[in-house]
């Protein structure tokens, strides 16, 4: 897997978490005992907050892990305090979003669903300007640029020459013809994702949902992503899009419908070739 210091964090977390559960030990109690706070201890596991190595030994003592466990543990804090690429981004996006690049860039899989935008991570720079700049006059030009910058730099994790992302995209039909930034710029963006799939027949599996698939219950929802990991600790996540919000899910009762309508979903969609079909015609009909 590709290291990320935020699947790095979040594994740290987990265990830590799971193992005070298994003893019955309160958030509380545990910060008690390393004299910090529960909100603390509730921070560290969530990964939102950094532990230091101090600490970490002290509250894998209260938890009762062995050395070797420690050890993994060190290694996993270690791993979470390294810098990202995206940090020099950092001031630009909200916590939850620059936890998604990170998820993103440690998942070995994505599942998404899009309705009326195409996938950040098969987006052209042309495209990905023409959203920036709709998303009103507060994002001024250089900002704008540095953002679509960031997320070229996301999409290098699709050609990445050890372990490539595997990306299963679903894209609705109105996504397709909604003519962002214009023609010129809408039929380059569909040639990019005729070349994508092209380049990249074992990774992507591109598909799409045409304006002649019945009623399926992801429709007129919002995006959504389903990560997954290679460790055999970290569950799936779901991050999801709206107007106002964005949200990172990991309950499982939460994450098995969203699994559920991405598979119902694919079911109604087009095979890999008619989906490149319907994208070449499109394209040449706004040549």
């Given at each position: 897997?590709?290291?990320?210091p935020s699947v790095a964090a979040w594994e740290l977390g987990l265990r830590l978490r799971e193992r005070r559960e298994l003893m019955d030990v309160t958030a509380a109690s545990a910060g008690?005992?390393?004299?910090?706070?529960?909100?603390?201890?509730?921070?560290?596991?969530?990964?939102?907050?950094?532990?230091?190595?101090?600490?970490?030994?002290?509250?894998?003592?209260?938890?009762?892990?062995?050395?070797?466990?420690?050890?993994?543990?060190?290694?996993?804090?270690?791993?979470?305090?390294?810098?990202?690429?995206?940090?020099?981004?950092?001031?630009?996006?909200?916590?939850?979003?620059?936890?998604y690049i990170g998820f993103e860039h440690g998942a070995e899989s994505i599942r998404a669903y899009n309705a009326g935008l195409i996938s950040g991570l098969l987006q052209t720079e042309e495209?990905?300007?023409?959203?920036?700049?709709?998303?009103?006059?507060?994002?001024?030009?250089?900002?704008?640029?540095?953002?679509?910058?960031?997320?070229?730099?996301?999409?290098?994790?699709?050609?990445?020459?050890?372990?490539?992302?595997?990306?299963?995209?679903?894209?609705?039909?109105?996504?397709?013809?909604?003519?962002?930034?214009?023609?010129?710029?809408?039929?380059?963006?569909?040639?990019?994702?005729?070349?994508?799939?092209?380049?990249?027949?074992?990774?992507?599996?591109?598909?799409?949902?045409?304006?002649?698939?019945?009623?399926?219950?992801?429709?007129?929802?919002?995006?959504?992503?389903?990560?997954?990991?290679?460790?055999?600790?970290?569950?799936?996540?779901?991050?999801?899009?709206?107007?106002?919000?964005?949200?990172?899910?990991?309950?499982?009762?939460?994450?098995?419908?969203?699994?559920?309508?991405?598979?119902?979903?694919?079911?109604?969609?087009?095979?890999?070739?008619?989906?490149?079909?319907?994208?070449?015609?499109?394209?040449?009909?706004?040549?």
């Open positions: 897997m590709t290291k990320s008690k005992a390393i004299d910090t706070s529960q909100s603390y201890v509730s921070g560290v596991e969530s990964g939102k907050l950094k532990i230091n190595a101090s600490k970490l030994a002290e509250l894998a003592a209260v938890l009762d892990f062995d050395a070797a466990e420690v050890e993994e543990l060190q290694e996993l804090r270690a791993a979470a305090a390294e810098r990202a690429w995206w940090s020099p981004y950092s001031a630009m996006f909200s916590a939850d979003m620059l936890r495209y990905a300007l023409a959203v920036m700049h709709g998303g009103g006059p507060s994002i001024r030009l250089a900002e704008a640029n540095r953002r679509v910058e960031a997320r070229m730099k996301r999409q290098q994790r699709l050609d990445d020459a050890d372990a490539p992302l595997r990306l299963t995209a679903l894209i609705t039909e109105s996504a397709l013809r909604q003519q962002i930034g214009g023609r010129e710029v809408m039929a380059g963006q569909l040639r990019h994702l005729a070349n994508r799939i092209e380049e990249l027949p074992e990774t992507l599996d591109l598909r799409i949902l045409p304006f002649s698939t019945d009623y399926y219950n992801a429709l007129g929802g919002s995006s959504f992503y389903i990560f997954g990991f290679t460790s055999n600790r970290l569950p799936e996540l779901v991050w999801q899009e709206t107007i106002t919000s964005t949200d990172l899910i990991d309950q499982p009762m939460r994450m098995r419908e969203y699994t559920l309508a991405h598979d119902q979903a694919l079911g109604y969609a087009l095979g890999r070739a008619e989906s490149l079909d319907v994208i070449q015609q499109i394209g040449k009909e706004l040549e």
